[in-house]
Structure formats: structure tokens, C-alpha cells
Nanobody, 120 residues
Framework: VQLVESGGGMVQPGGSLRLSCAAS????????MTWVRQAPGKGPEWISL????????YFADSVKRRFTITRDNAKNTLYLHMNNLKPEDPARYYC??????????????WGQGTQVTVSS
């Protein structure tokens, strides 16, 4: 299993970025996927989840109505569309696979993350 994030970078407040997570080594369309971020000195923060079919999405209040999560199962790729980026959004953003076989939705595989910086 491999998850590789890309698309991070520096953007001005109010700007937009699209993060990608390329998945391989498993049947991507069979798994829910999630995004988690971690800012320096803070714990991980769950921000969004999408079901395996892509028709159900969930967001943390901190990003609701600004971020969108999508997936392309034909391309084995997960996306996070981030709009109206704020000074509190800078973090390293990780995608993770959700394993419901555990009974509680463990995040069993993670990517290496991609850094997002918001600065004027």
C-alpha cells in the first residue's frame, strides 16, 4: 500500500490549493479515505472523509464550506480542494486509508504528507 500526497505549497490568505493523494497497492474504490492535518506543535486534526463511492463526504467544522473532498476511482486518486485559505490552515496535510474491518475506522495507511503554508 502506498499513498503519495502532492499539491502543497505557499498561498496567500484567501487563496486556493488542490491537494492530491495517489493511491496504489490496494483496491482504492473499496475504501473510504480521509484527510488529516497537523500543524507544528499541535496534535493531528481530522478534517474530511469521503466514502468509497465518493457520494458521501464529511468535514470538520473548521473547514466546512471552504474545503471539498473528491475522489477519482478510475485514477486511484483522492483530492482535497481548499478554498479561502486562512492563517489557521497551515499544516502538513496527510491522506489516510480508512479500515472499517477494525470496527472503528482505523487509519491504517498514511502518506508522507504535503506542506501547506498560508502567508501574505
Amino acid at each position: 500500500v502506498q499513498l503519495v500526497e502532492s499539491g502543497g505549497g505557499m498561498v496567500q490568505p484567501g487563496g486556493s490549493l488542490r491537494l492530491s493523494c495517489a493511491a496504489s497497492g490496494f483496491t482504492f474504490s473499496s475504501y473510504d479515505m480521509t484527510w488529516v492535518r497537523q500543524a507544528p506543535g499541535k496534535g493531528p486534526e481530522w478534517i474530511s472523509l469521503i466514502n468509497n463511492g465518493g457520494d458521501s463526504t464529511y468535514f470538520a467544522d473548521s473547514v466546512k464550506r471552504r474545503f471539498t473532498i473528491t475522489r477519482d476511482n478510475a485514477k486511484n486518486t483522492l483530492y482535497l480542494h481548499m478554498n479561502n485559505l486562512k492563517p489557521e490552515d497551515p499544516a502538513r496535510y496527510y491522506c489516510a486509508r480508512v479500515d472499517w474491518d477494525t470496527g472503528y475506522g482505523a487509519y491504517d495507511y498514511w502518506g508522507q504528507g504535503t506542506q501547506v503554508t498560508v502567508s501574505s
